[in-house]
T-cell receptor, first 116, second 113 residues
């Protein structure tokens, strides 16, 4: 079945530094990947849609200069949290869709980011 | 407005008991509905997915139902186990550009011994 690998699973960084999170589709090609943010006891909130070979589409209220998304290949999308602050601490999850009409969404295992 | 509402918000049951989680949605045009299990600190894992024409779908001890007329779905868990303790999320896909997913807030299930 479809497997999406996310790395790292957790990361601690200092305020002001940047952190890169990788999302890979291991056994299928994904022209579109999605990045979510999840706060404790809350549901997933879509941050942006990552499009292979073109610019990402950001949801309203998400700073594109702070959350840089690169989708350089059909199997890899990266999310870089730039100049991280403690309020950026959260659980970040990616997903990829290998089927049409949203039938085959698979989520990564998530990345716990803690900014100190 | 496309929305997915789940109930109850949280649930505590004894190991071995059955339980049913509810999901009501107002998503249009409807494409499919899926139930995910999310363990703490992990990404969601798909349990079932149903399209408009499907009324029920089983995955082991998990059975999901869908009533497209009333726009309701349920997830029934039989003979619960401690490992079933998790958040269960109902997600509805809208058949539109971008295949948007609309997430419910989830039901937190705690199974105790």
């Amino acid at each position: 079945g479809a497997v999406v690998s996310q790395h790292p699973s957790w990361v601690i960084c200092k305020s002001g530094t940047s952190v890169k999170i990788e999302c890979r589709s291991l056994d299928f090609q994904a022209t579109t990947m999605f990045w979510y943010r999840q706060f404790p006891k809350q549901s997933l909130m879509l941050m942006a849609t990552s499009n292979e070979g073109s610019k990402a589409t950001y949801e309203q209220g998400v700073e594109k200069d702070k959350f840089l998304i690169n989708h350089a290949s059909l199997t890899l999308s990266t999310l870089t949290v730039t100049s991280a602050h403690p309020e950026d601490s959260s659980f970040y999850i990616c997903s990829a869709n290998r089927g049409r009409k949203g039938y085959g969404y698979t989520f990564g295992s998530g990345t716990r980011l803690t900014v100190v | 407005k496309n929305q997915v509402e789940q109930s109850p918000q949280s649930l505590i049951i004894l190991e071995g008991k059955n339980c049913t989680l509810q999901c009501n949605y107002t998503v249009s045009p409807f494409s499919n509905l899926r139930w995910y299990k999310q363990d703490t600190g992990r990404g969601p894992v798909s349990l079932t997915i149903m399209t408009f024409s499907e009324n029920t779908k089983s995955n082991g001890r998990y059975t999901a139902t869908l009533d497209a007329d009333t726009k309701q779905s349920s997830l029934h868990i039989t003979a619960s186990q401690l490992s079933d303790s998790a958040s269960y999320i109902c997600v509805v896909s809208a058949e539109q550009a971008g295949t948007a997913l609309i997430f419910g807030k989830g039901t937190t299930l705690s199974v105790s011994s």
